[in-house]
């Protein structure tokens, strides 16, 4: 492939800017390509090679947002892989809850995280047997549940054997198994437990730890469990913002089944270097292209969603707050498409899906009622001052929590706090009437109580998750719903 040496100007200059320009801008580099000269209808050299940088420009943004829930779990999986060992008889559970030290997508520091990654293609058929009073969740890689685990899964929290198997398996399912075929040869396992009744972690830890994952071809001597500590352990599982994107996405191509759904993209790219089975080696001009699809298509990713790009999603008109899962199909399908926006939108922000999530079922499952803009509708400021009032009655049977988040990554808000989070089992100050006010900002403002407090770091802006375990009615007829972030005069 010949690139002309003006493409670092034209592409840095005229594609990434129009993120930023006015709307006539962005017209006038779209006239200026509609206008490349094609005498007697054929293109110059200089036409060819102008429209041919702007081809893949914009295959490669477009490829990103495509690839992004497949992209982000397989950097979940190489990031903990770096951490605590490969292996599916590896299963990190982050023993003393998840800290910003942790950086993955919108982690939940009030509950016990465990997670494990299956290779099918390594191993085969592949047995996982859960404990009772479990929650969890198995994902395929691009983020299509297989099935919940425990209470609202098949086996009802008794517990009992998982049966995964690989996308090209053929052959006897045995008998006495919960039986999934995925439909990638990797498999995400999460799963999740409450703290115990004191705050502690002891009896959450101890019940994960009874999990055990093997090869059916090893069931008569399954290799022993490894249950790392992830607290306070420098794992990195976030997806890459630049040209290393692309890398991870060929390695994850060269590692997956070919689903026959997935053939028009990966002809996309195709066209970038990423083909199955082929060295990906682009050379110093395809990087700089890579580069900048990589930079613009995280930042129209971003655009759609903290920009308002996406339809109905407000939970309460009167209200910033949205549904992070604005459809209720876990695979983002309408009745004639797939919801694209809607898909990248969960997972530039987050991870895991399951039918729980998106089921609306009293006083079962959770919601998670998200927010990155003010009551004057601004975007939250690391260096403002807010406060968050929510009346009394919080629809929560089981607990409901406030976590802040980074606003360019989504990991956890380093903001030199042990969790970035606050809620009901926590010791907060409540007013007479049983509501509560929660205060937000650099410094703890005057007159509010630090055991209601998050502190926040200026220059990063900020989204916050609200998350109802166990919603009751009112959250569901509307008859409850929380204020705004009410913007205090203290900036920073």
Do not use: C
Not at 263 to 286: C, E, H, T, Y
């Amino acid at each position: 492939m010949r690139i002309k040496p003006h493409f670092t100007q034209t592409l840095m200059v005229t594609l990434i800017a129009l993120m930023t320009l006015p709307v006539h801008a962005a017209d006038e580099n779209w006239n200026d390509l509609r206008s490349l000269p094609f005498p007697e209808n054929y293109p110059t050299q200089e036409s060819t090679d102008r429209l041919y940088d702007e081809l893949l420009f914009q295959r490669a943004s477009q490829v990103v947002i495509w690839s992004l829930p497949a992209t982000a779990l397989w950097a979940m999986k190489k990031g903990s892989e770096a951490q605590f060992g490969e292996g599916s008889n590896v299963f990190p559970i982050w023993k003393d809850r998840l800290s910003a030290e942790t950086i993955v997508s919108t982690p939940n520091s009030d509950v016990i995280y465990g997670m494990g990654y299956l290779d099918l293609q390594k191993d085969g058929p592949t047995v996982i047997e859960v404990p009772p009073k479990l929650q969890g969740i198995l994902d395929d890689f691009w983020h299509r549940p297989l099935t919940d685990v425990g209470f609202v899964g098949p086996d009802k929290g008794e517990g009992g054997k998982y049966l995964i198997l690989p996308p090209d398996f053929e052959g006897d399912v045995p008998k006495g198994y919960f039986t999934f075929k995925s439909s990638t040869y990797n498999v995400f396992v999460f799963w999740r437990a409450f703290r115990d009744e004191d705050g502690g972690t002891k009896e959450g830890v101890a019940l994960m730890e009874q999990t055990r994952i093997y090869p059916l071809a090893m069931a008569d001597n399954p290799p022993e469990m490894i249950f790392p500590n992830g607290s306070g352990q420098p794992a990195n599982m976030l997806y890459p913002q630049d040209y290393s994107y692309f890398e991870g996405l060929a390695d994850f191509v060269n590692n997956e089944y070919v689903g026959p759904e997935d053939w028009s993209m990966r002809g996309m790219m195709a066209s970038l270097g990423i083909v199955k089975g082929q060295p990906f080696n682009p050379d110093p001009r395809m990087k700089e292209i890579l580069t900048a699809g990589a930079e613009v298509g995280m930042k129209m990713a971003q655009a759609i969603r903290h920009g308002d790009k996406l339809p109905n999603t407000k939970y309460w008109p009167d209200r910033q707050w949205h549904n992070v899962l604005n459809v209720l199909d876990v695979e983002f399908k309408q009745d004639t498409y797939l919801d694209i926006d809607a898909r990248m939108g969960m997972f530039k922000i987050g991870y895991s899906i399951s039918p729980a999530m998106v089921m609306n079922m009293v006083g079962k499952g959770s919601k998670y009622p998200f927010s990155y803009r003010d009551a004057d509708g601004n975007h939250l400021s690391g260096g403002s001052s807010y406060k968050l009032h929510l009346p009394p009655g919080v629809p929560a049977a089981n607990f409901w929590s406030v976590t802040l988040y980074d606003g360019y990554n989504a990991s956890g808000l380093q903001n030199g706090q042990p969790f970035p989070s606050i809620g009901s089992l926590d010791k907060l100050k409540k007013n007479k009437d049983g509501s509560v006010d929660l205060y937000f900002g650099p410094e703890l403002p005057e007159g509010a109580p630090e055991s209601n407090y998050l502190r926040t770091v200026p220059g990063k802006g900020w989204f916050t998750l609200l998350r109802l375990y166990s919603p009751t009615q009112p959250f569901f007829d509307g008859s409850w719903r929380p204020g705004d972030f009410e913007k205090l005069n203290q900036d920073r």
